[in-house]
């Protein structure tokens, strides 16, 4: 994006979504625009829109940057923690693997494996409490597994076998819902540190190769196949349905809380990112990798992270939420 005064062009905060053939408006001002629609390569059209504001406020646009590669590049894996204490664990890397990483920021770590290798299985918690549960083995497993910081202990199994899950909450507070076992499923689970228990709710659109975020009692579930943008909110007992993504998709990465999201990747339209308010989806900036699917992650919306993906992906991608603060200058009349 760049501004005209009149005389000369100078760079000002790029749109959050690269596009071309969409349309725009404005009121013939340089302070308020709107763009709308368009086209992005390969990955079929675009329907969000856009608003263009020259505020009295200093603004830094949503970003990506490159982190630390794995030691290890796989897809179907599964992560949780933060930004800058993040856990790799399982996946496909040719064959499958158990093979599990710790980030701190900068680097990769390994550290002891999986007792199970699989891959579409799904992770909860954080860097040093950490639980890992379903996913496939050559068939959908029921497999539960806890993570303390140094080694992985087999633990009771979910009540269903079921792969491409997802989840959210904490290893002593968790909760796991859709996937396959063996067709798509609404069916909800709960752990309580030491076994799972069915809730009654089940999600209103079964699904798997969905995301998920948030706690036990407050979990967000978006996205998933057969392709879609369906967006539900979870309240310790029902599902209940909100607004959808902008852009229907699956595998695809999850990062926040029910009221504070970040949706990573996916496929369709792999690049993609949407942040959650709690109401609606907003786009904001894409990945820098241009196909990133079947992708694992975590964080917060200020601070998301993405690793893994499809073809045997090694590489990390780490966001930063743009700010706004009021740009002070000392005005005088005369």
């Known amino acids: ?27 013939g001002t340089t302070s308020y625009s709107l763009a709308f629609g368009g086209y992005l390569g390969g990955t079929g059209y675009i329907s969000s829109t856009e608003e263009w504001n020259k505020t009295v406020n200093l603004v830094t646009s949503d970003s990506w940057s490159a982190g630390g590669n794995l030691g290890t590049g796989r897809y179907n894996a599964a992560g949780c923690g933060l930004q800058n204490l993040a856990l790799a664990f399982g996946g496909k890397a040719g064959p499958l693997t158990a093979n599990t990483e710790e980030y701190n920021g ?39 597994e806890e993570w303390d910081g140094s080694s992985w202990s087999e633990q009771n199994n979910l009540s269903t076998a079921t792969d491409s899950l997802s989840g959210a909450g904490t290893q002593t507070a968790g909760l796991a819902f859709g996937g396959l076992s063996p067709s798509a ?26 995301a998920g975020c948030g706690t036990q009692t407050a979990a967000l ?4 196949e057969p392709s879609t943008g369906a967006t539900e909110e979870y309240n310790g007992t029902t599902w209940s349905e909100q607004n959808d993504m902008g852009t229907a998709r699956q595998r695809l990465a999850a990062g926040g809380i029910q009221t504070a999201a970040l ?26 990798q241009s196909s990133q699917h079947a992708l694992a992650g975590g964080g917060t919306q200020s601070s998301g992270i993405a690793f893994t993906g499809n073809p045997d992906t090694d590489s990390t991608e780490e966001f930063t939420a743009g700010t706004s603060a009021l740009n002070i200058k000392t005005i005088t009349t005369s």
């Open 1 to 27: 994006t760049e501004l005209y005064d009149g005389t000369s062009w100078s760079e000002v905060a790029d749109m959050a979504q690269p596009r071309y053939s969409s349309a725009g408006a404005n009121g």
């Open 221 to 224: 579930a978006f996205g998933g």
């Open 263 to 288: 949706a990573m990747g996916g496929q369709p339209g792999a690049a993609l990112v949407e942040k959650y308010d709690g109401t609606s989806w907003q786009t904001s900036i894409s990945m820098t």
């Open 185 to 210: 499923t609404g069916v909800t689970e709960e752990y309580n540190g030491t076994s799972w228990t069915t809730s009654p709710g089940s999600l209103n659109t079964a699904r798997d190769r969905l």
């Open 106 to 144: 900068t680097s990769w770590t390994e550290v002891n494996n999986l007792n199970t290798a699989r891959q579409k299985l799904a992770g909860i918690g954080v860097q040093g409490s950490a639980l890992a549960f379903g996913g496939n083995t050559g068939s959908s497993t029921a497999d539960t």
